[in-house]
């Protein structure tokens, strides 16, 4: 049974850092595709950032050159690195596997219906 338990979540102010982690157990984390998404509330869930079990990443333009994604297979652990936050980066962050990772990827669309299995979310708090 696949279970994704993130951490790392918190409260920090605008231009501030957190380290998102997403801990993975019952399946061959090294060649599943990772995401993450985020849902503000009163908003739609959203893809973050995406990784493939080649490495490649995807990102959307929301976050691009400030977020990176990474994940250690030898920890079974995916990251999302946040720098210089924003109020609106405010939200539930969530984890996210599927076994394969969909062609859309490639061309930075990160979509819920890709991913089969999700983790319980962190929260991050932005203040001004």
């Known amino acids: 049974q696949v279970q994704l338990v993130e951490s790392g979540g918190g409260s920090v102010q605008a231009g501030g850092s957190l380290r998102l982690s997403c801990a993975g157990s019952?399946?061959?984390?090294?060649?599943?595709?990772m995401g993450w998404f985020r849902q503000a509330p009163g908003k739609e869930r959203e893809g973050v950032a995406a990784i493939d079990s080649d490495g490649y990443t995807s990102y959307a333009g929301s976050v691009q050159a400030r977020f990176t994604i990474s994940k250690d297979n030898a920890k079974n652990t995916l990251y999302l690195q946040m720098n210089t936050l924003k109020p609106e980066d405010t939200a539930m962050y969530y984890c996210?596997?599927?076994?394969?990772?969909?062609?859309?990827?490639?061309?930075?669309?990160?979509?819920?219906?890709?991913?089969?299995?999700w983790g319980q979310g962190t929260q991050v708090t932005v203040s001004s």
């Open positions: 996210a596997a599927a076994a394969k990772c969909s062609w859309y990827l490639r061309i930075n669309v990160i979509r819920q219906a890709d991913f089969a299995y």
């Open positions: 019952g399946y061959t984390y090294s060649t599943y595709c």
